[in-house]
């Protein structure tokens, strides 16, 4: 499942969306990208929206726990969208908050933005973020790995 990511708020509320099936070769390159969007922020947290309802299957646990993303010092509340395993949502939960991240999981955008809106008065009015234009900035940065007719042949060797 490639993974996009897109600011919804410059420095303060990064969305990941994440299509298709994360494979476990995949998580190196994601976690190196949240962890150079972290980096490059001046902002004290970045909160997150993961949102995975387009997503099929996602990696072990034990391969996410791995993510050096989650244990970073900057990474505020993490708002999980379109988790619908019960015990996927429990091992994730769990394991996050071993490292000590603040994580909710919620049925939509809408209700993720209201929430962090009420938990953190140094954002700005979420009401005005367009999440549509996020959403295809993030499909951007992956598109090639999803869409066949954007792929590069393999040329094989005679």
Do not use: C
Request: no cysteine.
């Amino acid at each position: 499942m490639p993974t996009g990511l897109a600011w919804l708020v410059p420095d303060q509320l990064i969305l990941v969306k994440g299509w298709h099936q994360l494979k476990t070769e995949e998580l190196a390159d994601f976690d190196d990208r949240v962890l150079a969007a972290l980096d490059g922020t001046k902002a004290p947290l970045v909160h997150g929206i993961h949102d995975y309802s387009e997503a099929e299957a996602m990696p072990p646990i034990q391969e996410l726990s791995k993510l050096k993303s989650g244990r970073h010092p900057k990474v505020g509340w993490v708002i999980v969208i379109g988790l619908d395993n019960r015990l996927f949502k429990f091992f994730v939960s769990t394991t996050l908050q071993i490292f000590r991240v603040r994580i909710r999981f919620m049925d939509d955008i809408a209700s993720a933005l209201a929430f962090l809106q009420d938990i953190d008065s140094s954002l700005p009015d979420l009401k005005s973020v367009d999440v549509a234009a996020a959403e295809s900035r993030a499909y951007e940065q992956i598109r090639h790995l999803i869409d066949p007719a954007l792929q590069k042949p393999v040329v094989e060797k005679g």
